[in-house]
């Protein structure tokens, strides 16, 4: 609703004051420009703000790493603009993308997305593989791969990457009548996914009261489905999802936890399964190094020590993201310059250490920082060790179109309907092929 305007001498005091106004806000605004431009008109040398896009936390400002940048380059401000979710922000992305305007300097990159961006949309971004200090051996090869174009152009350096271990209760698997060492633990279901839902099998015979073995069946299915180089495409890009071998043993899996009653029948990221975490309801979460924190968050100081950390059955990654510069750009070379020293193996080792993101380049490995890392919550296991070896074996995975909608098809429409709505697998497997048909244009 617009106030009335005032007639008289209150309106020519009001206009008045609104020019006076008005002149304050363009000195305001001409003062803010000479601040994040190149030169002023007295010639004195101005500050670039080079700008960040990012979902979530990225954990660059929590370590620090923005205010050293700064102090080593006093001709340059970094300024972070977050959006909490990803399904939010890759939307957005795509639109400014699109219009061309609207982009920060950096923009940060999905894995689930950055494939399916460098595919169709490559050419509206920046080729890093030839900005000064990139050395393509720095990163892991698959990690590399993902955010390369058919062309060989590469869009994004990648930043974390999220190696799959297995977190576990220790208390809860003593009472079972299960191992509760570390090593031994990871040989119950050493190479194979099948050996996991054994072990299920066995700790539900003397599972303590209240208790299962796993928080979801999709949590099952994720990491087993992605320690397989083609899940959802071929190597020719051709869609597989309907009868690819990833898909359906990673399936045929969850759909065993959920018959063999397993799974707490839980939803991740929503509040029962925090609540779960909280209260001991199960024993056992596929774990990247992202879900350390997560855990220690929801199950508090009762979780301390009765929670550890044990290699999973096989080799897998779930998550990671990668930095990217757009061609609209404001700043390109500076937005370049802060992209690839961000991303070095030196900086990726001090966001490990005050994030426990697993760094995407080998050479952070050896250093102290990451390999020497251990998480006291965990009982001091040894999470440098655990997720590098883990990440050196990840198959170079295979990505196409529409791959978030097509897992997700599967996790939160099919499975969901075996796991919590008592479907069948056939009718929850038809509902999945349905809904990637409705989602994905192949």
């Known amino acids: 609703m ?46 670039t703000t080079v700008t960040i896009g990012t979902f979530g936390v990225f954990g660059y400002r929590q370590a620090g790493l923005y205010e050293e940048y700064e102090r080593l380059h006093p001709d340059v401000v970094v300024k972070e603009s977050v959006i909490e979710r990803n399904d939010a922000y890759y939307p957005q992305l795509l639109t400014h993308l699109a219009a061309g305007s609207g982009l920060a300097d950096i923009q940060a990159m999905e894995v689930g997305n950055v494939h399916e961006v460098a595919a169709a949309q490559g050419r509206l971004f920046e080729d890093l593989s030839r900005a000064k200090g990139v050395r393509r051996a720095d990163w892991l090869p698959w990690k590399w791969a993902q955010a390369t174009t058919p062309d060989g152009r590469t869009i994004g350096l990648g930043t974390d990457i999220g190696p799959i271990a297995l977190c576990y209760r220790k208390d809860l698997f003593r009472r079972a009548g299960l191992p509760t060492d570390r090593e031994a633990v990871g040989r119950l279901w050493a190479g194979d996914w099948q050996k996991y839902i054994d072990t299920g099998k066995a700790y539900a015979r003397r599972a303590p009261a209240g208790t299962v073995f796993t928080d979801s069946a999709a949590g099952i299915y994720n990491a087993s489905v992605h320690a397989y180089p083609e899940r959802y495409h071929d190597r020719s890009g051709r869609p597989v999802y309907m009868d690819s071998p990833a898909v359906r043993t990673s399936w045929d899996l969850a759909v065993q936890a959920v018959r063999a009653g397993l799974t707490a029948r839980l939803k991740q990221f929503e509040k029962p399964w925090d609540q779960a975490f909280a209260n001991g309801r199960f024993a056992t979460v596929a774990c990247p190094p992202w879900m350390l924190g997560y855990i220690k968050e929801k199950s508090g100081a009762a979780g301390r020590g009765a929670w550890d950390v044990a290699a999973a059955p096989r080799p897998a990654n779930w998550g990671g993201s990668f930095v990217t510069v757009p061609k609209a750009a404001r700043h390109k070379a500076a937005a370049i310059e802060l992209a690839v020293w961000l991303t070095a193996p030196a900086q990726q080792a001090r966001l490990f250490e005050r994030q426990a993101s697993i760094p995407s380049t080998p050479a952070s490995y050896a250093m102290p920082a990451v390999r020497d890392a251990r998480n006291p919550y965990f009982g001091d296991a040894p999470i440098g060790r655990i997720f590098t070896t883990a990440a050196r074996s990840v198959p170079l995975l295979v990505f196409g179109p529409g791959e978030q909608q097509i897992g997700t098809a599967f996790t939160d429409i099919g499975i969901a309907q075996v796991e919590q709505q008592g479907r069948s697998p056939a009718a929850g497997w038809a509902a999945a092929q349905k809904e990637i048909k409705n989602a994905v244009d192949e």
């Open 2 to 47: 617009t106030p009335a305007w005032p007639s008289g001498p209150y309106r020519r005091r009001a206009l008045v004051l609104a020019a006076a106004a008005a002149l304050l806000l363009v000195v305001s605004v001409l003062d803010g420009c000479a601040r994040d431009g190149s030169d002023d008109d007295a010639g004195h040398h101005r500050r």
